[in-house]
């Protein structure tokens, strides 16, 4: 039982001392004891300060004198484990924690345009770390605080102010409260599939624009993840097999983007910039933007943002015009992107 917990139940047990004690008073005092005389006896008498035989004279009431007993025996004894339980609170950081939780609640209410991480076990940390590196906000939710606590110290001091909301990731509300209906995309990493499932389905009913990437252990789900709404599914053993596949027949590509992914001087990165349209980098040509002399960017390739699954224009020509639909696929350290892509909404 938690510092919290115990207090709770110590404060209840004491606050149903103290109404049998006040009841006690005033029916064993007879009519000349008032409620407040009876309130005020009882609160100095579980205080420890005998002072009720100024207003309750028990000299000739035996009846009084023995109610008195207990409420001493019983009553200052549950005070004194209230007080205990009230310096192990402080002492453990309860009240510190709720404090934190609650300044916690109000980040989160204000964010928008974010990612929620559901479970933070051996891929979601994976995930959390990437979404920490390029800067992007997000929050985690977990079942489990401890969970979150080695996530958080493995991390070191950029993890300190990690948002996360401790909660079933398949309930509604606790999606809700990590934001759901304002976050951009939600990444679903619990171990088991029928809770990705789940997670999809109630994503997707409370926000219709939201990108929705689930785990996938079992190939089989798949089709059902994307029928109700994810819009992609990631299986860690068919990931796996490809990176030992890509390991034998082409190491120096797999060491380049190793390399790349764990670099901590720079964050390289293959990013996408999507051309609003209000961009005025629209009917522009490549030429033009000079990605390269600017931003120090490379233009991978160009695709449109209607179709997802459409092939992509590899290394289009300086020539090519940007339409208002395109999506920019670039490599480039992620400071450089960062103002490409600011430059290219306004």
Same mark, same amino acid.
């Given at each position: 039982m938690t510092a919290r917990r115990r207090l709770i139940v110590a404060c209840s047990l004491l606050l149903v001392v103290a109404i049998i004690a006040v009841s006690g008073y005033r029916i064993i005092g007879g009519p000349s004891v008032s409620l407040l005389d009876a309130i005020y006896t009882t609160v100095v008498t579980l205080s420890g300060v005998e002072v009720y035989e100024e207003i309750l004279h028990s000299s000739h009431n035996s009846t009084l004198r023995v109610f008195n007993i207990f409420v001493v025996l019983i009553g200052v004894g549950f005070a004194v484990y209230v007080f205990s339980e009230l310096t192990a609170f402080l002492v453990e950081g309860e009240l510190r924690h709720l404090f934190r939780r609650a300044r916690m609640k109000r980040q989160i209410g204000h964010l928008k345009e974010h990612f929620i991480v559901c479970?933070?076990?051996?891929?979601?940390?994976?995930?959390? +770390? +990437?979404?920490?590196?390029?800067? !992007?906000?997000?929050?985690?939710?977990?079942?489990?605080? @401890?969970?979150?606590?080695?996530?958080?110290?493995?991390?070191g001091d950029g993890y300190a102010g990690m948002l996360y909301v401790v909660g079933d990731a398949t309930d509604e509300g606790v999606l809700l409260e990590a934001g759901l209906d304002r976050a951009k995309g939600l990444i679903s990493t619990l171990p088991s599939d029928k809770d990705n499932l789940v997670i999809t389905v109630v994503a997707r009913q409370k926000n219709a624009a939201i990108r929705i990437v689930s785990r996938c252990t079992d190939l089989s789900y798949s089709p059902r993840?994307?029928?109700?709404?994810?819009?992609? !599914?990631?299986?860690?053993?068919?990931?796996?097999?490809?990176?030992?596949?890509? +390991?034998?027949?082409?190491?120096?590509?797999? @060491? =380049?983007?190793?390399?790349?992914?764990?670099?901590? @001087?720079?964050?390289?990165?293959?990013? +996408?910039?999507?051309?609003?349209?209000? @961009?005025?980098?629209?009917?522009? !040509?490549?030429?033009?933007?000079?990605?390269?002399?600017?931003?120090?960017?490379?233009?991978?390739?160009?695709?449109?943002?209607?179709?997802?699954?459409?092939?992509?224009? =590899?290394n289009p020509p300086g020539s090519t015009l940007l339409p208002q639909d395109a999506v920019l696929i670039l490599l480039g350290d992620m400071e450089d992107l960062r103002r490409a892509r600011s430059d290219a909404r306004s």
């Open positions: 479970g933070v076990g051996e891929t979601g940390r994976h995930v959390v +770390e +990437e979404l920490q590196r390029v800067g !992007t906000p997000y929050v985690v939710v977990e079942m489990s605080d @401890s969970a979150v606590g080695r996530v958080r110290d493995d991390g993840m994307l029928k109700v709404g994810a819009n992609a !599914t990631v299986s860690p053993n068919h990931i796996g097999g490809l990176r030992l596949a890509s +390991e034998v027949l082409r190491p120096n590509v797999v @060491s =380049f983007l190793d390399l790349m992914l764990q670099e901590k @001087s720079r964050t390289l990165r293959i990013e +996408e910039i999507d051309l609003g349209a209000a @961009s005025g980098w629209i009917n522009r !040509t490549i030429d033009e933007l000079d990605l390269s002399a600017r931003y120090n960017l490379l233009l991978l390739a160009m695709k449109p943002t209607s179709d997802l699954n459409s092939l992509p224009m =590899f």
